[in-house]
């Protein structure tokens, strides 16, 4: 029954048609339970695909699951991060960035890194002056 003459025993219907099923057109490769089958048909071959399908839809909500953790992880270092970082920012003052800044010859990175971090800090606690830092 493995000849090229011999078409598949799955009855199947063409995409777009919508007028009945047609015999499936593919040579036989497979004989199972008695009855002749192609490749894309036969039962173990189609066990087969659809535990591949499963396994690679699993993979991927594994992975959309593990970034949401992530996040999820990254949010709650979030209170610890500003606190650290208003506790820099109470106990010194920009002159003593621009002190430090002048003895080592770079005035213009410390006073930007200073504005940087206040930002940051406004953003995080919503009083920024810009619209779009709210939220």
Known sequence: MTTKSAQCSKTVQHPGDSWGNYRCEHPVKVVEDG??????????????????????????????????????????????????CEAILS????????????????????EAAFALLRAAINKARGT???PHDKG
């Open 35 to 84: 009855a002749p089958y192609c490749t894309i048909h036969a039962p173990s071959y189609v066990k087969v695909k659809r535990a591949q399908l499963i396994a690679a839809a699993d993979a991927k909500w594994d992975a959309i699951h593990a970034k949401k953790r992530d996040s999820a992880h990254r949010i709650e270092c979030y209170p610890e991060l500003l606190a650290a």
């Open 128 to 130: 920024s002056e810009l």
């Open 91 to 110: 106990g010194v003052s920009l002159d003593v960035y621009r002190v430090a800044a002048a003895n080592m010859g770079r005035m213009a990175p410390a």
